[in-house]
């Protein structure tokens, strides 16, 4: 595996989360809605090669109640590695550490990805999302 160096609490910038959510094929956002989603941030979870930042997962919501992880992504190259696996047990450690024990942990994984959130704890239950146009 390549020299990966962790940070835990550190927002990227706009411009490098642009760059790694193009690079894992997901939804686009213009630099505004990014800048204020990842300001809104609980806590986050980076790794980088170098400048490169290559993965990285972030944990939003209320703190007390309810927190979901959210942009949990891995750039191609560094995909089959525990890359993402390292990402979600960082931020579940944080939560272990930091919020109630009552508050709910969710998240919403890509297709494909179930089994990475399934080894953490997390059980499948229905729900539903919504993306503003």
Request: charged letters at 20%.
């Amino acid at each position: 595996m390549k020299e990966l160096v962790w940070k835990q609490g550190d927002t990227p910038i706009v411009g490098e989360y642009l760059e790694l959510r193009q690079a894992c094929e997901l939804g686009r956002h213009n630099a505004g809605s990014a800048a204020k989603g990842l300001s809104g941030s609980l806590h986050c979870v980076t790794a980088k090669v170098g400048a490169r930042l290559v993965a990285m997962g972030r944990i939003v919501g209320d703190g007390g109640m309810a927190v979901t992880l959210v942009d949990l992504m891995v750039a191609p190259d560094m995909r089959g590695q525990g890359v993402g696996l390292e990402v979600v047990e960082r931020l579940m450690s944080w939560c272990r550490d930091e919020l109630p024990r009552s508050c709910q942990i969710t998240a919403i994984p890509q297709p494909g990805s179930y089994s990475l959130y399934k080894g953490a704890g997390f059980e499948i239950r229905g729900g539903m999302a919504l993306t503003l146009p």
